[in-house]
Protein backbone atom coordinates (compact mmCIF):
# COMPACT_ATOMS: atom_id res chain seq x y z
CA UNK A 1 0.00 0.00 0.00
CA UNK A 2 1.09 3.41 -1.12
CA UNK A 3 1.54 6.10 2.07
CA UNK A 4 -0.57 8.66 1.69
CA UNK A 5 -3.19 6.34 -0.62
CA UNK A 6 -6.46 5.15 0.95
CA UNK A 7 -6.25 1.49 0.88
CA UNK A 8 -9.07 -0.96 -1.31
CA UNK A 9 -11.95 -2.48 0.96
CA UNK A 10 -10.23 -6.10 2.52
CA UNK A 11 -6.68 -4.15 2.33
CA UNK A 12 -3.73 -4.19 4.90
CA UNK A 13 -5.09 -1.88 8.37
CA UNK A 14 -3.43 1.70 7.32
CA UNK A 15 -0.92 3.60 9.46
CA UNK A 16 -3.55 5.99 11.42
CA UNK A 17 -5.63 3.40 11.97
CA UNK A 18 -3.09 0.73 13.15
CA UNK A 19 -2.29 3.95 15.71
CA UNK A 20 -5.62 4.99 16.79
CA UNK A 21 -6.02 1.03 17.51
CA UNK A 22 -3.23 0.63 19.62
CA UNK A 23 -3.38 4.17 21.89
CA UNK A 24 -7.36 3.12 22.32
CA UNK A 25 -6.27 -0.04 22.98
CA UNK A 26 -9.11 -1.12 20.60
CA UNK A 27 -6.66 -3.82 18.97
CA UNK A 28 -4.69 -4.27 15.82
CA UNK A 29 -3.23 -6.22 13.06
CA UNK A 30 0.46 -5.57 15.31
CA UNK A 31 1.80 -2.86 17.32
CA UNK A 32 3.07 0.45 15.17
CA UNK A 33 6.36 1.65 15.72
CA UNK A 34 6.50 5.32 16.76
CA UNK A 35 8.99 8.17 17.14
CA UNK A 36 7.25 11.13 18.59
CA UNK A 37 8.85 14.55 17.25
CA UNK A 38 10.27 15.28 20.78
CA UNK A 39 12.23 12.47 20.47
CA UNK A 40 14.72 13.77 17.37
CA UNK A 41 16.16 16.32 19.37
CA UNK A 42 19.08 15.36 18.30
CA UNK A 43 18.66 13.99 14.80
CA UNK A 44 21.50 11.06 13.56
CA UNK A 45 24.34 11.79 11.49
CA UNK A 46 23.76 9.81 9.15
CA UNK A 47 19.82 10.70 8.64
CA UNK A 48 21.29 14.65 8.45
CA UNK A 49 24.13 13.92 5.82
CA UNK A 50 21.99 11.26 3.64
CA UNK A 51 18.79 13.18 3.83
CA UNK A 52 20.73 16.80 3.11
CA UNK A 53 19.45 18.34 5.99
CA UNK A 54 22.27 19.85 7.22
CA UNK A 55 21.78 23.37 6.84
CA UNK A 56 21.25 26.38 9.68
CA UNK A 57 17.58 26.73 8.10
CA UNK A 58 16.25 24.20 8.72
CA UNK A 59 14.99 24.50 12.61
CA UNK A 60 12.80 27.76 10.86
CA UNK A 61 11.07 25.85 7.93
CA UNK A 62 8.28 23.70 8.57
CA UNK A 63 8.60 22.55 4.91
CA UNK A 64 12.24 21.33 5.75
CA UNK A 65 10.65 20.02 8.66
CA UNK A 66 8.07 17.96 7.04
CA UNK A 67 10.61 16.68 4.98
CA UNK A 68 12.78 15.27 7.85
CA UNK A 69 9.88 13.59 9.11
CA UNK A 70 8.95 12.02 5.66
CA UNK A 71 12.38 10.88 5.27
CA UNK A 72 12.61 9.43 8.45
CA UNK A 73 9.18 7.95 7.98
CA UNK A 74 10.11 6.36 4.67
CA UNK A 75 13.88 5.22 5.06
CA UNK A 76 13.34 4.36 8.47
CA UNK A 77 10.11 2.68 8.68
CA UNK A 78 8.90 4.77 11.54
CA UNK A 79 5.16 4.22 11.33
CA UNK A 80 4.13 8.03 11.89
CA UNK A 81 5.16 11.74 11.24
CA UNK A 82 6.04 14.51 13.83
CA UNK A 83 7.91 17.62 13.88
CA UNK A 84 11.37 16.98 14.94
CA UNK A 85 13.29 19.81 17.15
CA UNK A 86 10.37 20.54 19.57
CA UNK A 87 11.23 19.56 22.56
CA UNK A 88 12.06 23.60 23.49
CA UNK A 89 9.87 25.17 20.90
CA UNK A 90 7.76 26.42 23.26
CA UNK A 91 10.05 27.52 25.78
CA UNK A 92 11.67 29.09 23.33
CA UNK A 93 8.69 31.52 22.69
CA UNK A 94 8.71 32.50 26.31
CA UNK A 95 12.82 33.37 26.01
CA UNK A 96 13.90 30.46 27.75
CA UNK A 97 15.94 27.41 26.18
CA UNK A 98 16.00 26.87 23.09
CA UNK A 99 16.84 23.74 20.54
CA UNK A 100 18.06 25.67 17.25
CA UNK A 101 21.57 25.38 16.76
CA UNK A 102 24.58 27.23 14.88
CA UNK A 103 24.53 27.20 11.11
CA UNK A 104 26.45 24.16 10.30
CA UNK A 105 25.76 22.72 13.69
CA UNK A 106 22.54 21.01 13.10
CA UNK A 107 21.98 17.63 14.31
CA UNK A 108 25.87 17.67 16.20
CA UNK A 109 26.35 16.68 19.60
CA UNK A 110 28.57 18.71 20.62
CA UNK A 111 26.35 22.57 20.08
CA UNK A 112 23.52 20.89 22.62
CA UNK A 113 20.77 22.97 23.82
CA UNK A 114 21.56 26.96 24.42
CA UNK A 115 21.56 28.04 27.73
CA UNK A 116 20.46 31.73 27.52
CA UNK A 117 19.46 33.57 30.63
CA UNK A 118 16.08 32.23 32.25
CA UNK A 119 13.65 34.78 31.78
CA UNK A 120 12.78 34.36 35.41
CA UNK A 121 14.98 34.28 38.48
CA UNK A 122 12.28 32.76 40.56
CA UNK A 123 8.77 31.15 40.49
CA UNK A 124 6.52 34.29 41.70
CA UNK A 125 8.02 36.36 38.07
CA UNK A 126 5.62 33.91 36.40
CA UNK A 127 3.34 37.26 36.19
CA UNK A 128 5.73 39.25 33.35
CA UNK A 129 5.63 36.03 30.67
CA UNK A 130 3.29 36.95 28.07
CA UNK A 131 0.10 34.57 26.83
CA UNK A 132 1.64 33.41 24.17
CA UNK A 133 -0.25 33.11 20.42
CA UNK A 134 0.49 29.98 18.76
CA UNK A 135 -0.12 31.42 15.19
CA UNK A 136 2.75 34.30 15.96
CA UNK A 137 4.75 33.38 18.72
CA UNK A 138 8.53 31.54 18.52
CA UNK A 139 8.97 28.88 16.33
CA UNK A 140 5.29 28.08 16.78
CA UNK A 141 3.90 28.93 14.15
CA UNK A 142 6.61 26.82 12.07
CA UNK A 143 5.29 23.77 13.53
CA UNK A 144 2.05 24.20 12.69
CA UNK A 145 3.23 25.04 9.02
CA UNK A 146 4.48 21.36 9.56
CA UNK A 147 1.89 19.70 10.95
CA UNK A 148 -0.13 21.15 8.50
CA UNK A 149 2.10 20.15 5.38
CA UNK A 150 2.55 16.51 6.80
CA UNK A 151 -1.37 15.87 7.91
CA UNK A 152 -2.21 17.11 3.75
CA UNK A 153 0.87 15.25 2.37
CA UNK A 154 0.08 11.84 4.39
CA UNK A 155 -3.60 11.52 5.54
CA UNK A 156 -3.49 7.81 6.25
CA UNK A 157 -0.03 7.85 8.34
CA UNK A 158 -0.78 9.21 12.19
CA UNK A 159 0.50 13.07 12.69
CA UNK A 160 2.09 12.87 16.57
CA UNK A 161 2.66 16.36 17.71
CA UNK A 162 4.74 17.02 20.92
CA UNK A 163 3.72 19.28 24.08
CA UNK A 164 6.01 19.70 26.98
CA UNK A 165 4.86 19.47 30.61
CA UNK A 166 4.30 22.04 32.51
CA UNK A 167 6.93 21.48 35.26
CA UNK A 168 9.40 20.05 32.91
CA UNK A 169 8.34 23.67 30.72
CA UNK A 170 8.98 25.05 33.88
CA UNK A 171 12.47 23.95 34.21
CA UNK A 172 13.66 25.52 30.66
CA UNK A 173 12.73 29.26 32.08
CA UNK A 174 13.40 28.88 35.62
CA UNK A 175 17.46 27.49 37.25
CA UNK A 176 16.00 23.98 38.08
CA UNK A 177 17.84 24.89 41.83
CA UNK A 178 15.68 27.61 42.08
CA UNK A 179 12.44 26.13 40.44
CA UNK A 180 12.80 22.66 43.26
CA UNK A 181 14.03 24.67 46.01
CA UNK A 182 10.41 26.74 44.92
CA UNK A 183 8.33 22.92 45.24
CA UNK A 184 9.17 23.45 49.16
CA UNK A 185 9.35 27.24 49.82
CA UNK A 186 6.36 28.82 47.59
CA UNK A 187 4.39 26.53 46.19
CA UNK A 188 1.52 28.72 45.94
CA UNK A 189 3.96 30.51 43.25
CA UNK A 190 5.20 27.31 41.25
CA UNK A 191 1.23 26.46 41.51
CA UNK A 192 0.39 29.82 39.87
CA UNK A 193 3.55 29.30 37.16
CA UNK A 194 1.98 25.91 36.56
CA UNK A 195 -1.43 26.80 35.65
CA UNK A 196 -0.40 30.20 33.51
CA UNK A 197 2.05 27.62 31.49
CA UNK A 198 -0.89 24.69 31.08
CA UNK A 199 -3.82 27.35 29.43
CA UNK A 200 -0.61 28.66 27.20
CA UNK A 201 -0.32 25.09 26.21
CA UNK A 202 -3.91 24.15 26.23
CA UNK A 203 -4.44 27.15 23.42
CA UNK A 204 -1.00 25.22 21.41
CA UNK A 205 -2.68 21.83 21.49
CA UNK A 206 -6.00 23.79 19.77
CA UNK A 207 -4.22 25.24 17.19
CA UNK A 208 -2.18 21.76 16.84
CA UNK A 209 -5.28 19.90 16.68
CA UNK A 210 -7.03 22.02 14.39
CA UNK A 211 -3.79 22.22 11.84
CA UNK A 212 -4.09 18.16 11.53
CA UNK A 213 -2.37 16.40 14.65
CA UNK A 214 -3.84 13.07 14.86
CA UNK A 215 -2.88 12.79 18.70
CA UNK A 216 -0.46 14.86 21.10
CA UNK A 217 1.97 13.15 23.15
CA UNK A 218 2.92 15.13 26.30
CA UNK A 219 6.79 14.74 26.64
CA UNK A 220 7.80 15.30 30.72
CA UNK A 221 11.50 14.67 31.02
CA UNK A 222 12.03 16.67 34.32
CA UNK A 223 8.82 15.67 35.97
CA UNK A 224 10.87 12.20 37.24
CA UNK A 225 10.06 10.31 40.38
CA UNK A 226 13.82 9.69 41.15
CA UNK A 227 14.02 13.76 40.72
CA UNK A 228 10.98 15.02 43.06
CA UNK A 229 9.66 12.09 44.74
CA UNK A 230 6.35 10.57 45.13
CA UNK A 231 5.25 13.85 47.06
CA UNK A 232 6.07 16.78 44.42
CA UNK A 233 5.42 14.44 41.49
CA UNK A 234 1.89 13.81 42.35
CA UNK A 235 1.39 17.70 43.45
CA UNK A 236 2.87 19.45 40.99
CA UNK A 237 3.49 17.18 37.86
CA UNK A 238 0.72 14.86 37.35
CA UNK A 239 -2.49 16.71 37.90
CA UNK A 240 -1.56 19.49 35.07
CA UNK A 241 -0.86 16.76 32.62
CA UNK A 242 -4.16 15.48 33.28
CA UNK A 243 -5.46 19.38 32.76
CA UNK A 244 -3.92 19.55 29.17
CA UNK A 245 -5.23 15.89 28.64
CA UNK A 246 -8.32 16.61 29.97
CA UNK A 247 -8.36 19.70 27.75
CA UNK A 248 -6.75 17.72 24.50
CA UNK A 249 -9.94 14.36 25.07
CA UNK A 250 -12.17 17.57 24.68
CA UNK A 251 -10.87 18.83 21.39
CA UNK A 252 -11.49 14.64 20.20
CA UNK A 253 -7.68 14.06 19.96
CA UNK A 254 -5.98 11.12 21.87
CA UNK A 255 -2.99 11.67 24.40
CA UNK A 256 0.17 9.90 24.95
CA UNK A 257 1.77 10.65 28.24
CA UNK A 258 5.68 10.03 27.96
CA UNK A 259 7.25 9.97 31.79
CA UNK A 260 10.53 9.29 32.54
CA UNK A 261 13.02 7.57 35.00
CA UNK A 262 12.19 5.97 38.49
CA UNK A 263 8.48 4.79 38.03
CA UNK A 264 9.35 1.74 39.13
CA UNK A 265 11.46 2.40 42.67
CA UNK A 266 9.40 5.15 44.01
CA UNK A 267 6.07 3.79 46.57
CA UNK A 268 3.13 6.22 46.46
CA UNK A 269 3.34 6.60 42.68
CA UNK A 270 0.32 3.86 41.21
CA UNK A 271 -2.31 5.87 42.26
CA UNK A 272 -1.64 8.81 40.71
CA UNK A 273 -0.45 7.76 37.60
CA UNK A 274 -3.54 5.15 37.70
CA UNK A 275 -5.79 8.22 37.35
CA UNK A 276 -3.92 9.72 34.45
CA UNK A 277 -6.88 9.79 31.89
CA UNK A 278 -4.03 9.71 28.93
CA UNK A 279 -5.03 7.03 26.12
CA UNK A 280 -1.46 5.51 26.19
CA UNK A 281 1.18 5.59 28.90
CA UNK A 282 4.99 6.11 27.28
CA UNK A 283 7.61 5.10 29.52
CA UNK A 284 11.54 4.58 29.45
CA UNK A 285 13.66 1.70 29.73
CA UNK A 286 13.98 0.95 33.57
CA UNK A 287 10.35 -0.84 33.34
CA UNK A 288 9.34 -3.66 31.92
CA UNK A 289 6.35 -3.75 29.54
CA UNK A 290 4.02 -5.65 32.42
CA UNK A 291 4.98 -3.33 35.11
CA UNK A 292 4.11 -0.42 33.20
CA UNK A 293 0.60 -2.09 32.40
CA UNK A 294 0.25 -3.08 35.83
CA UNK A 295 0.89 1.00 36.92
CA UNK A 296 -1.58 2.13 34.14
CA UNK A 297 -4.12 -0.22 35.53
CA UNK A 298 -4.01 -2.86 31.74
CA UNK A 299 -4.51 0.21 29.71
CA UNK A 300 -2.23 0.73 26.28
CA UNK A 301 1.68 0.78 26.94
CA UNK A 302 4.43 2.81 24.38
CA UNK A 303 8.10 1.33 25.25
CA UNK A 304 10.34 -1.69 24.71
CA UNK A 305 13.52 -0.03 23.13
CA UNK A 306 16.24 1.28 24.66
CA UNK A 307 17.47 4.25 23.03
CA UNK A 308 21.01 3.41 23.69
CA UNK A 309 20.51 0.29 22.27
CA UNK A 310 19.77 2.09 19.42
CA UNK A 311 22.65 4.47 19.75
CA UNK A 312 25.00 1.27 20.46
CA UNK A 313 23.65 -1.37 19.74
CA UNK A 314 23.51 -3.85 16.29
CA UNK A 315 20.50 -4.23 14.46
CA UNK A 316 20.27 -7.85 15.54
CA UNK A 317 20.48 -7.11 18.90
CA UNK A 318 17.32 -4.08 17.95
CA UNK A 319 15.29 -6.65 16.26
CA UNK A 320 15.29 -8.90 19.27
CA UNK A 321 14.70 -6.15 21.70
CA UNK A 322 11.53 -5.91 19.57
CA UNK A 323 10.61 -8.98 18.95
CA UNK A 324 10.81 -9.34 23.18
CA UNK A 325 8.51 -6.52 23.34
CA UNK A 326 5.66 -7.52 21.55
CA UNK A 327 6.43 -10.75 23.45
CA UNK A 328 5.36 -9.21 26.55
CA UNK A 329 2.10 -7.75 24.82
CA UNK A 330 3.32 -3.96 24.30
CA UNK A 331 0.68 -1.99 22.81
CA UNK A 332 3.45 0.51 21.15
CA UNK A 333 6.72 -0.06 19.85
CA UNK A 334 8.99 2.87 20.58
CA UNK A 335 12.65 3.88 21.79
CA UNK A 336 12.42 4.98 25.27
CA UNK A 337 13.53 8.29 25.01
CA UNK A 338 15.25 10.57 22.88
CA UNK A 339 18.00 9.41 20.26
CA UNK A 340 21.25 11.38 19.96
CA UNK A 341 23.50 11.59 16.45
CA UNK A 342 24.62 8.00 16.40
CA UNK A 343 21.77 6.30 15.59
CA UNK A 344 21.77 4.71 12.01
CA UNK A 345 19.03 4.23 9.66
CA UNK A 346 19.95 0.73 10.04
CA UNK A 347 19.10 0.43 13.68
CA UNK A 348 15.94 2.25 12.96
CA UNK A 349 14.54 0.27 10.39
CA UNK A 350 15.47 -2.84 12.44
CA UNK A 351 12.58 -1.91 14.88
CA UNK A 352 10.38 -2.53 12.39
CA UNK A 353 12.05 -6.07 11.05
CA UNK A 354 10.62 -8.13 13.75
CA UNK A 355 6.99 -7.95 11.94
CA UNK A 356 8.69 -8.07 8.12
CA UNK A 357 10.82 -11.35 9.04
CA UNK A 358 7.45 -13.27 10.31
CA UNK A 359 5.44 -12.54 6.95
Not at 128 to 157: F, M, Q
Not at 284 to 311: E, K, Q, W
Not at 327 to 341: F, K
Request: with cysteine; proline share 6%.
Amino acid sequence: MACGVSPPDGAFMNEKDRFLRAVSGGGCDRPPVIVPGSFVSMASREVMEKGGFLTPSLHSSGRMLSELSVFLHDEAGIENLGVPFTLRVESEAYGGETDQRPAGMAGRRAAGPSTPSYPLKEAAEYKKLKKLNPHKDGRLPVVLECIAELSNRRPYVPVVADVVGPLSLSSALIDAGVLLRALVNEPDDVRGLLSFLSGNTIAYCRALVDNGATAICIVDPFSTASTLGAKFMSEFSLPYIERITEAAHNMGCPVIAHLCGGLNGTRGMGASIARLSADCLSVDADMTVGDARALFNGRPVMAGLSSMLLSSGSPVEVRRAAERAVAQGVDVLSPSCGLDEFVTLANLRAQNLWWRRAM
